[in-house]
């Protein structure tokens, strides 16, 4: 039996039965109830001043939005389906949330009070950014835009990243919430801090930002931002569509796994916040003892023991850790995957520009391997100088049942991940042009490099697990056995490469699919070949095939070639069928290499964009790093809004940054020749590997100083004259349309 009732014996919607779970109390925390109609009482009073202030300073028609985002005001945007543009809208949006809230001292009434303090803290720090103020306040605050939401929010909904922690009031000690803030990165966490644990946080010196999953959102208004980002995840993973409030509450408390922490003492407004939260069935606990009618169990917990907070919000909120305990004096996360270690910070370097290391990982057969077993060859950490460069290499060997010659280069490539998940290690390239970073920090919690290999063998025998029963890592750190071993490697890798230069999509019998992003885009698939890699630049042909190797049932699935429609454009029955029945019925036909007709859909996570530039009888490329227009008239994310979403759209396509090194790329609609114009950048990243695809195609070497670039221009009537004067193949072309 439910704590309490939204009406007379009813719930307002069926989410409101997961609250059928909390215990009838002998009391009903009437007291409580209070506190959260006390507080959005509050809250709205306090938005309807600034937002009367802000309308006679600036007027009804003046706009108003969050820096960063295309969600509007993400919240309301999520819940009500309204797109918040003008000020002078948002008045009958706060009538409309009080109107809906009782005197009634019930949980349904509570939860009410809860979605409407969000509307009006939302409100109050969408009118702190008018005229270019600043959305919170607070040193090292800022809005959670969506660089992040693209970065984390795919993480976030498949559990890759176990939960959202919401932090929130003023902690007993800095040292203490330093703890808390260190477990919880340790684990995975994305965290948000508001209220005075923001600015304690950054007074001790608590490592903010993207690297560490970690963000101030200023004052306890700026809590807000955290139910927007988590809304926002909905929205853009769910496919939840804006307004669909009962969908979106449902959506958060299944895949949103979040949680509130309230440090120290509460006010009426810091309860109404907290109602926001379980509002979207979001828990919380406060680290102090809450009298017995201010607790609701399961819901709104008292637990005063720093020890074990996170594991009781852990226990709370149905989180369980995939990663098993690595015998390592660092943390191990998916939360330090883009730490950056600087030259102060650093303690040592091995390879990089100054020395050569390698990495290379081979399949041996059961008699070569010691499971299990971690070495260092040469001097250790404890025998070189602080800021010293070593040369040398790591080679992992591998055994298994299932193991495959082709898989070796799969596990190397993750070796990137692997070490870079570990706090104070970064990881930069792969096979004999690598860079390894360890900080001071990790230093002092005891690093050797013995312990390279066990993050290795504990990363490798979980990914891998299905194909992997032995793992041994030695680590070189000696000139001259280093020597030898590279010497060995890089014949390995010519090997390779020899094998892959002749693995195309003729060579081989199969494709495959892949399903990760339709949590983005339902209607999406992406087909996977060996010279046409996923949209995200990710997936490869051998990924693909090892993924189903590992899990049939799972995100990539086998299909093969049957029934040859057109071989120029790539067309087979067998992938028609294929992308009809996964597609959800929407796209009956799918070409490979046209984007002019029937082109493959694209998700959202692409790494770049191909367009059609009619003007110049060619194609323009952009990619999601170049934040300039294109002369397409339009930028990236305008783009991607027209070109995502699992929708064929005849001359665009989303695709991967080393797909236009192949000659699969647009072949059926001239191939290389067609791009006119791509960001500096990508000319860059394509370095070499472009100019060689080029004199492949017979385009010779010069080809690539003949396409524009934004230092060029960014228009049609900019680019133009300078493709006539280089002679551009595609102005001699066959016409594009």
Sequence with gaps: MPICRA????????????????????????????????????????????????????????????????????????????????????????????????????????????????????????????????????????????????????????????????????????????????????????????????????????????????????????????????????????????????????????????????????????????????????????????????????????????????????????????????????????????????????YLELGGSRAPFFELVTMVDESGIEDGKAEVIGPDVDRVEEGVTLGGGICVKVYGRRMQKDFEAVIERRIHEFINWGQGLRHEGQRDACRYRVSRDCVARGFKFRHYGELLIARIKEVFSEIVDRVQVTVYTDPKAAKEKLEEARGIYAARDARLAGLTDESVEVFYSCAICQSLAPNHICIITPERPGLCGAVSWLDAKVSFELNPAGPHRLIGKQGLIDAEKGIWKSINDFVFQNSNGTVKTCSLYSFLDHPTTSCGFFECITGIVPEANGVMITTREHRGMTPCGMDFSTLAGFVGNGVQTPGFMGHGKDYILSKKFIRADGGLARVVWMPCELKGRLGDGLRRAAVSQGLGTGFVDKIADEAVGATVAEILPFLKEKGHPALRMKPLI
């Design 7 to 346: 009406g007379k014996n009813k719930w307002e919607n069926s989410f409101d039965k997961i609250y059928e779970w909390v215990i009838e109390c002998s009391r009903p925390p009437l007291a409580l109830f209070q506190k959260a109609y006390n507080g959005v009482v509050a809250a709205i009073c306090s938005a309807k001043y600034e937002l009367r202030r802000s309308l006679l300073t600036f007027g009804q028609d003046y706009p108003v939005s969050f820096p960063e985002t295309d969600y509007y005001l993400p919240v309301i945007r999520s819940l009500s389906g309204e797109k918040v543009t003008r000020l002078g809208e948002l008045a009958p949006i706060l009538d409309r949330v009080r109107s809906r809230i009782k005197k009634e001292l019930n949980f349904g009434n509570a939860l009410l009070c809860g979605e409407a303090t969000a509307y009006a803290e939302e409100i109050v720090e969408a009118l702190r950014c008018l005229n270019g103020r600043d959305a919170r306040t607070g040193v090292g605050a800022r809005f959670p835009g969506d660089s992040l939401l693209r970065s984390c929010g795919i993480l976030l909904a498949d559990w890759s990243i176990p939960g959202q922690a919401i932090l929130m009031g003023k902690a007993k000690s800095a040292e203490l919430l330093q703890k808390v803030v260190a477990d919880l990165q340790a684990k995975g966490f994305l965290i948000f801090l508001a209220g005075e644990v923001a600015e304690q946080a950054v007074e001790a010196g608590i490592k903010l930002g993207e690297d560490y999953l970690t963000f101030a959102l200023g004052g306890l208004t700026g809590a807000v931002h955290a139910l927007g980002f988590a809304l926002r995840v909905g929205l853009a993973f769910g496919g939840i569509a804006p307004g669909a409030r009962d969908e979106q509450r449902d959506y958060q408390w299944r895949r949103i796994r979040a949680f509130v922490l309230h440090f120290g003492q509460r006010d009426d407004l810091c309860v109404a916040n907290h109602f926001a939260a379980i509002f979207l069935g979001f828990p919380v606990l406060a680290d102090h003892k809450l009298p017995g009618d201010e607790q609701i169990p399961d819901w709104y917990i008292s637990h005063p023991y720093y020890d074990t907070l996170i594991r009781k919000a852990m226990e709370v909120r149905g989180i369980k850790l995939k990663i098993a305990h690595i015998p390592v004096p660092f943390a191990v996360s998916y939360a330090f995957e883009g730490e950056a270690i600087r030259e102060e910070e650093m």
